[in-house]
């Protein structure tokens, strides 16, 4: 019913810049959150940025003042990496609440993930 695409990933070098999207479509009545998440190698999915329906973000540590996540509409968010790391090296993730049409509720979905390598 509700699918999460996401796009951009790739390789890139060190001090290098990449910009992810995600577009959510279905028989979607409302999207509230979205977020970006990645998991390196032998980690744990870590949260990346998130932002509300109403533009408010978030980020973590690692990436304040290198990453900006940004809005056009309610089903569509754009990551742009700067100053990108050898360590910001994972799959990507979207994530996003959403309200499937009569359904009464927001559950969460997510997409398939797209490989960010940053590498020399």
């Known amino acids: 019913q509700v699918q999460l695409v996401e796009s951009g990933g790739g390789l890139v070098q060190p001090g290098g810049s990449l910009r992810l999207s995600c577009t959510a479509s279905?028989?979607?009545?409302?999207?509230?959150?979205m977020a970006w998440y990645r998991q390196a190698p032998g980690k744990e999915r870590e949260l990346v940025a998130r932002i509300t329906s109403g533009g408010s973000t978030n980020y973590a540590d690692s990436v304040k003042g290198r990453f900006t996540l940004s809005r056009d509409n309610s089903k569509k968010m754009y990551l742009q990496m700067n100053s990108l790391k050898p360590e910001d090296t994972a799959v990507y993730y979207c994530?996003?609440?959403?309200?499937?049409?009569?359904?009464?509720?927001?559950?969460?979905?997510w997409g398939q993930g797209t490989q960010v390598t940053v590498s020399s």
């Open positions: 279905g028989r979607i009545f409302s999207v509230n959150a």
């Open positions: 994530n996003a609440d959403i309200m499937v049409l009569y359904s009464g509720g927001y559950s969460d979905y």
